[in-house]
């Protein structure tokens, strides 16, 4: 049991509660030692950095702060800051120093205000959804205030410490501390933090509402705005210990990870759905967890990358590779996309599970008014494995009438009337390695027995569920229906046939040799990537053409990537990155099987996103 601490003081003794609420383990702070070689798909995949780069413990972070009088301790959401506070004072005292703290939780300006000021973007109390916010880091505090903080010359070292803490000295070097979003999440579920600035934390769901779209934007945007004033990132995933880095070796990291093949730390969700393939298959997973419906495998807005030295283990976002290096990562379409990563890779995993519900996305000028996002939900489901009767429901019936559908979603929503889904919708066959093809605006729902590998656009969060089988959530609560939203988005004229010949892909054979096969398997004309699947017995050699490429392993057990010098293993399953900067690499088969690998990546022609 912990004490709860938060930007707006600490809470009392009779809310105190679990640090973290998940049945997934935390990343280990340190490997175990001597190296060991882990055979298939790994949870935790880290790049190394070579020896002395990243640092352990509290006494070591404050001894480096002893050589200023005055240190920013800022960091991002989730930071239990009284824990981080504690570390300090006892590090510090230990070393016989005599240290000045200022909090910036005094700063902050009154819970009700901000919760008034932050309310326009978050929409109705019941709503999903709310829109990105236009706020600043500075909008959350008493500037004036802040203006008049003062620095005694009776300590051997200040500290300011809290979020926003670089908002009150400009000169001062900055320590940054960062937390995994997924372990934001597990501390929201457990109640051991709360969203910028409020007292008290709320209900998880209401909470993920206030970090996507208001908490986080404001966050990156500070730091990316002291980016250059930050001396050292530390990562306090863990509860009473930190791992840091100084900011030039972690730059180094970056820059040079910018240039050859890369894969982020995956984190896994249980959901209403959710099936067994992945609980059965992926080593190191809680065994114990009732399924798991999603693994976020490239999903970047929320997953890290992980570095290693003497065997700590150290992770940022991958929002500081695309700040460093957003060109060498996209290359020729870096100017649209900015540092924003556009593909998204993730599992939905139905084996032994449920159907998804019956949904569809927002078209790009809807969730650009609504939610103020840059690009859509454009997805693909490419079938990874199934079982013999699986399905995937998508398009709607020749004939479909509009009118009667929303009636009975709507009487459904109201009464817990079940849908005959299949009087509207079509439901399509399964087979491994199929890729079928939804653009937004397309009714759809993965059906039970499959693995999916989701190849996407980013945004991940702007489902427009219409009718969920009359299933509970995990917390025996029913989920939101939004019928509305939906119907302001669906193409109805995708039915019939024409669901067949424009939303299941037909591979095309484009290039082939002894040992090789490329098909192109095509996407939708609303589509900004584009799909290859590269086959073959030994080795290949693919050019970037100046763009970033994401793969999987869909079928083998292992291959290298060797990009210039580099070389990295690869496992089924697994996704990673080659940057536009790799220029070239090559993929060899360490397996004894053919090798299948799926390959994402931008399309040349873009020109209907800048509208």
């Given at each position: 049991m912990v004490g709860i601490s938060n930007q707006a003081g600490s809470i009392s003794e009779a809310q105190q509660t679990l640090f973290r609420k998940s049945l997934q383990a935390v990343l280990p702070h340190r490997l175990p030692g001597k190296e060991t070689v882990q055979e298939g798909y790994n949870i935790y995949p880290y790049h190394s950095l070579g020896n002395g780069k990243i640092q352990q413990g509290y006494d070591s972070l404050a001894k480096w702060m002893a050589d200023h009088s005055c240190v920013i301790v800022d960091g991002f959401s989730g930071v239990c800051w009284a824990d981080v506070e504690d570390g300090l004072r006892a590090a510090f005292k230990r070393m016989g120093l005599q240290v000045q703290?200022?909090?910036?939780?005094?700063?902050?300006?009154?819970?009700?205000?901000?919760?008034?000021?932050?309310?326009?973007?978050?929409?109705?109390?019941?709503?999903?959804?709310?829109?990105?916010?236009?706020?600043?880091?500075?909008?959350?505090?008493?500037t004036d205030a802040i203006a008049r903080?003062?620095?005694?010359?009776?300590?051997?070292?200040?500290?300011?410490?809290?979020?926003?803490?670089?908002?009150?000295?400009?000169?001062?070097?900055?320590?940054?501390?960062?937390?995994?979003?997924?372990?934001?999440?597990?501390?929201?579920?457990?109640?051991?933090?709360?969203?910028?600035g409020m007292a008290l934390p709320d209900e998880p769901a209401h909470m993920y509402k206030q970090f996507y779209f208001v908490d986080w934007v404001v966050l990156n945007r500070h730091q990316n705005a002291i980016r250059e004033r930050i001396a050292v990132q530390a990562d306090v995933q863990w509860q009473n210990n930190i791992n840091w880095i100084l900011q030039q070796h972690l730059q180094a990291g970056l820059q040079a990870m910018a240039t050859h093949a890369l894969r982020v730390r995956p984190w896994f969700e249980a959901g209403a759905w959710g099936g067994q393939w992945m609980k059965e298959r992926f080593k190191g997973l809680n065994k114990e967890e009732i399924n798991y419906a999603w693994s976020f495998e490239l999903i970047v807005p929320e997953n890290g990358i992980v570095f290693?030295?003497?065997?700590?283990?150290?992770?940022?976002?991958?929002?500081?590779?695309?700040?460093?290096?957003?060109?060498?990562?996209?290359g020729k379409h870096a100017d649209f996309f900015g540092t924003a990563f556009p593909i998204r890779f993730d599992f939905l995993d139905t084996w032994?599970?449920?159907?998804?519900s019956v949904q569809c996305h927002p078209s790009l000028a809807y969730i650009r008014q609504h939610f103020g996002e840059h690009i859509t939900q454009d997805e693909t489901y490419y079938i990874l494995d199934c079982k013999e009767d699986a399905k995937v429901f998508l398009g709607f019936q020749e004939g479909i009438d509009e009118n009667a559908f929303k009636t009975v979603l709507e009487e459904s929503k109201h009464n817990g009337s079940p849908v005959a889904v299949t009087d509207y919708v079509?439901?399509?066959?399964?087979?491994?390695?199929?890729l079928?093809?939804?653009?937004?605006?397309?009714?759809?729902?993965a059906g039970a027995d499959n693995l999916v590998l989701e190849i996407s656009a980013t945004p991940y969060i702007f489902t427009f569920k219409m009718?969920?089988?009359?299933?509970?959530?995990?917390?025996?609560?029913?989920?939101?229906?939004?019928?509305?939203?939906?119907?302001?988005?669906?193409?109805?004229?995708?039915?019939?046939?024409?669901?067949?010949?424009?939303?299941?892909?037909?591979?095309?054979?484009?290039?082939?040799g002894k040992h090789f096969e490329i098909y192109h398997l095509p996407t939708h004309a609303e589509h900004f990537y584009d799909v290859h699947r590269l086959e073959f017995d030994d080795s290949i050699t693919i050019s970037t053409n100046g763009s970033c490429h994401v793969l999987m392993l869909v079928e083998g057990s292992t291959v290298l990537?060797?990009?210039?010098?580099?070389?990295?293993?690869?496992?089924?399953a697994e996704t990673f990155v080659v940057p536009a900067a790799a220029n070239q690499y090559t993929v060899v088969n360490k397996g004894t099987e053919r090798v299948r690998l799926v390959k994402a990546f931008i399309k040349d022609d873009i020109n209907f996103l800048k509208k």
């Open positions: 703290y200022i909090s910036m939780a005094q700063y902050l300006l009154p819970p009700a205000v901000l919760q008034e000021m932050v309310a326009p973007f978050l929409g109705e109390r019941d709503a999903v959804w709310g829109s990105k916010t236009t706020l600043q880091l500075n909008d959350f505090f008493d903080l003062t620095i005694s010359s009776l300590y051997d070292c200040t500290v300011i410490i809290g979020t926003g803490a670089a908002l009150a000295n400009a000169a001062a070097p900055v320590v940054y501390l960062d937390v995994p979003k997924n372990e934001i999440q597990y501390r929201a579920r457990a109640g051991s933090i709360t969203n910028l290693e030295s003497d065997d700590y283990l150290l992770e940022v976002p991958f929002d500081l590779l695309m700040q460093a290096a957003a060109k060498k990562i996209l032994n599970g449920g159907n998804l079509q439901a399509h066959p399964a087979h491994k390695h199929d079928f093809l939804i653009p937004n605006g397309t009714v759809h729902s009718y969920d089988w009359l299933r509970l959530d995990l917390n025996g609560e029913p989920r939101a229906i939004n019928i509305e939203h939906a119907f302001n988005n669906l193409r109805f004229e995708r039915q019939g046939e024409s669901v067949k010949k424009e939303l299941i892909s037909t591979p095309v054979l484009i290039d082939q990537v060797e990009t210039g010098h580099h070389k990295h293993t690869f496992s089924f």
